[in-house]
């Protein structure tokens, strides 16, 4: 066909709808032949003869693809066709056009975003009109994509809830399948629909086709759930718990292998049932006290019996289908949180499955045995071990590094029982070499959860030791880095003296620190396991003199581990509501609790680092401290860590990092050089700065105030030992206002002070207001200062950092302000201010380069408006002119920290009478000499 040729409808053919088509997809036809074509195709919509319009949606709908600027007037033109074809008789023809007209209008708006808006005019009437109508394989594709139409809810629920008495089976599964997804979507919840629904899928449960009978069982689990969560009392949605979960138990023996997959799926989504019928699942015989026991069916008179769940899941276990059986013990992991007892009688089930044919069904089961040992219920007899040993040397990877997963929290009852399991892990790790990072970090957990049977292992391998100790490739060997990272583990069991353990045990554990850091950096990083095993082996050659002093570590690392098991330190913001926390997705939630436990690690790695430092460990400490930089730097806001809560944590990491240094220089010593000495008085300094900036610099303050004032009064004690005489009644009076000021937040906080807190105030009032310190006894106070643990130290989810950005606008070295020698000038300040309280004071600060400075208060009323980000002008006069051709003045914005402990420190001259704590970078500002002519 040619382009010039006009297209007729009396000469339609195959061979001329094949020249259409090729015009269409010719990229070369012109925009005048295709408006022919489209205007020709319009045409033929309103044919009565069903094969035209079948042929005609199809090139139209291949014409929107290739020509997208036609893409809404195909759309207009097969919607008014629709329209036509609803209206007219009913016949099949008919009804067939409109559902391939459907396809089309949700095949168009699916490719072009800017019509997706138009598929809203296909209303419930229009769409419930042409599913009924329509023949059976052309309504069984408008009932499977109703989802892609907008239509109302309760247009699809009656339709479906219709379509579930239809004599083809097909249809039926469709319907329910549409019901249980508008269950899932929580669009429909109103009592008697739910009743009606699951009511109407039990009935189905009886059908005579294998997948209706799939489908009801899914729609009775949604259904029931729904159902069970809207009564009102704890008694009924118990019962009618027990009704749901027996209905399901009443066709577990299904001949259908899908049918009894969807049924023990439908366990777990239930979740729970009572403790009786529980333990009836996994017994065949009638139990004494499920008999006579019929929960009421609130949906009937009649009552469901308890005997109808017995040994369901024994049936499943013994299923000759591998999926039933995958499916039976998958539901295991929802059965076992709500139950007591359920939990002892699985395991020897579970412990049978190991031994099955198909790998993902031992693997389920290990899973089962995982979730049931995190729970704490899992207790491993004799009888067991041989299948759960032979599942540690198991040829599939995934069988095993379940294993070990169970490994690290079993707790086997006897000294034989634990070396046959340490026996085998060694045989496994022989085996697959590959196993070792994982191996390793699985011995060191079952180190300690063995700890009364550490003594004998660490007997064992450390003869062990000293025969390979003469040997290199002995020493090389897998045998001996694991039995080292079993002897590693005792101390921090609490269970067993480091003095116990041969120091070569720790010596050769440092050899091989890149490889233990490997296996065990889900617990701690390379700098922290190597600042414990130095210290663990200076103990042990110490033979245990030291022990009392070196253990703290050892308790800080074992209550921050068991802290991070299920407390977070990041408490949720004020202005979250209940709403808005019930509408965040499981990812996010995911992702906030990954974030919350990463945060526990660095406070954690934070408390462990300062112990360090005060044992004599500082370059291990700062080496620590600096982990925890980098680690808390790869965090963002997106982590559901706030920003201010993040910059909070650096200032902190900060602060203990120059403590350390402090306590490196000083070690308990007041007799000092005196180039360390100026070098302690400024890093004394800098630490009493950077508290000041805390406090100021951060709003929201809640549970963070007695860890930063803990801070202030160790600085004190700090300077009061380090200090002359002549120094030290200054620091009293900051000290005693500091103490009361803690004292009051504990008060209003209905919190208890610290042991720290008390003996310092306890010596404070020993001393009064004397100068004459006992030294020994702030020595005392001094020791027992301890870096906050988890437990004790909560960020607060509404925590802010105050923060300012100072501009001039249009200054610079090409653009400088003009002055006159003697006479003021005004400086045009650009300032924008970020959470800043409204009773803040705060000053504009001038400078010249011989130090000389001028304050400029900040009128208040610029920036007291509400808001969390303020912006505004700002003119600063300054009388500081020079009489020079050119000069450079700086500037900055700072906060005024009026502290009741900070003695006033400018009582003459103008500007802030406290110290000030600068909020942002200094600012150039060049001036320029007007030229005379």
Known sequence: MEEGDSISAESLSLETLASIRSLIINADTSDSVISSVFDFLTGLLSRGDSAILHHALKLLSDLASRRKELAPHIFESVFSNLLRLQNVAAEANHKRGAVESLVVLASLSERNH????????????????????????????????????????????TLYLGFTKDPYPYIREVALNGLTNICKAGDFNHAHAVEGCYTRA????????????????????????????????????????????????????????????????????????SEIIILQTLSKKVLGAGKGKKPQNHLSNVSADVAAAAGVFIHGFEDEFYEVREAAVDSFHSLSVNSIKFPDEAVYLLMDMLYDDYMVVRLKALEALHHIADLGNLKIQETYMPAFLDAIVDTSENIRFEARNILKLAKLPDLKLVNKCVDDVLKSLEMYPQDEPDTLSALFHFGQNHANFL???????????????????EFNSLHISASLMLIISAPLSNKLSIASIPPMAFSYSLAMLGK??????????????????????????????EFNKGDIFCHAYRHGDADLAGNAVLLPSKDTTNESKYMASEAELEIRNQALKFVNYILLKIKAAWLISQSGCSKEALQALRACK?????????????????????????????????????????????????????LMEEVEIKLMEIRCRFTGLAMEVSLVMELVIFCCLLRLYRFETCCRLSYIEKLTSTISQLELHHEQQCTNPSDFLTETKKSLQEIG????????????????????????????????CVSVELEVPGNGPYSPISFLPGLPVAIQCEITLLNVPRDTCLWLRISRSDETCQFVYVDPNLYNSDGR?????????????????MFTLRVSIGIECMFEEDVCYRKRHPGPKHPVAYLCKEREVHLNLVSRT
């Open 114 to 157: 800017g019509i997706a808006t138009e598929l809203s005019k296909i209303d419930g009437e229009v769409f419930a009109s042409i599913c009924l109508g329509a023949p059976i394989s052309y309504r069984l594709w408008v009932l499977r994509n109703a989802e892609r139409f907008n239509v109302p809810s309760s247009v699809l629920f």
């Open 202 to 273: 039990v009935e189905l449960l009886g059908d005579a086709e294998d997948s209706v009978r799939s489908s009801a069982v899914r729609a009775v689990s949604v259904w029931g759930k729904v159902m069970i969560a809207s009564k009102d009392e704890e008694m009924n949605r118990r019962e009618c718990t027990d009704a749901v979960f027996l209905q399901l138990c009443s066709i577990v023996r299904d001949m259908s292998v899908d049918v009894r997959v969807e049924v023990f799926r439908a366990f777990g989504i239930i979740g729970t049932a």
């Open 455 to 473: 003594t004998s292992l660490v007997k064992r391998f450390s003869e062990k030791l000293g025969v390979a100790s003469g040997n290199k490739s």
């Open 516 to 545: 233990f850091s490997c296996g065990l950096q889900d617990i701690m990083d390379q700098d922290m396991l190597l600042a414990y095993l130095t210290h663990c082996a200076f103990l042990s050659a110490s033979s245990g003199t």
């Open 630 to 682: 980098q680690e808390l730097a790869t965090l963002t806001p997106d982590s559901s860590i706030s920003n201010g809560a993040l910059q909070f944590m650096c200032q902190y990491i900060h602060v203990i990092e120059l403590l350390a240094q402090v306590w490196s220089h000083l070690e308990y010593s007041r007799h000092i050089s005196t180039c360390i000495a100026v070098e302690l008085d400024m």
């Open 769 to 800: 207001g004397s100068a004459n310190i006992n030294l020994c006894r702030l020595l005392h106070l001094i020791k027992i200062f301890s870096c906050f643990s988890p437990e004790q130290f909560t960020l607060s989810g509404n925590l802010q």
């Open 869 to 885: 980000e303020k912006r505004f002008m700002f003119s600063a006069v300054t009388y500081m002119t020079l009489r020079a051709v």
